[in-house]
């Protein structure tokens, strides 16, 4: 399974910018797809995770009221629409994959496939 991220840029506070993954090769074997960041200084942390095929989205508490994680099948695509942007979501977005369909957040040790990362600045 490979993960391709892309969408990622220099933002203004406020603006919005939605982050693609497209997954490609073995795709049947994927249970949960999701989102994870790595800011400067910090360790990697997730944002959201969505199932595979079917089911609703998952998010960190403090990021559920500002973004979204979608997918669509056809497309083999995960999107992350991130709005009303601000300084300290800047980081490195990574897109995950794991072989188990989880109903919650995915975490580091549970991530079978890793996506490059796509680096979000926002400027104040």
């Known amino acids: 399974v490979q993960l391709q991220a892309s969408g990622g840029g220099l933002m203004q506070a406020g603006n919005s910018l939605r982050l693609s993954c497209i997954v490609s090769?073995?795709?049947?074997?994927?249970?949960?797809v999701g989102w994870f960041r790595q800011a400067p200084g910090k360790e990697r942390e997730p944002v959201a995770a969505?199932?595979?095929?079917?089911?609703?989205?998952y998010y960190v508490d403090s990021l559920k009221a500002r973004f979204t994680i979608s997918r669509d099948n056809a497309k083999k695509t995960v999107y992350l629409q991130m709005n009303s942007l601000k300084p300290e979501d800047t980081a490195v977005y990574y897109c995950?994959?794991?072989?188990?369909?989880?109903?919650?957040?995915?975490?580091?040790?549970?991530?079978?496939?890793w996506g490059q990362g796509t680096l979000v600045t926002v400027s104040s």
């Open positions: 090769g073995g795709t049947n074997t994927i249970g949960t």
């Open positions: 969505i199932p595979w095929r079917g089911g609703i989205g």
């Open positions: 995950a994959a794991d072989s188990r369909r989880r109903v919650g957040l995915m975490y580091s040790f549970d991530v079978d496939y």
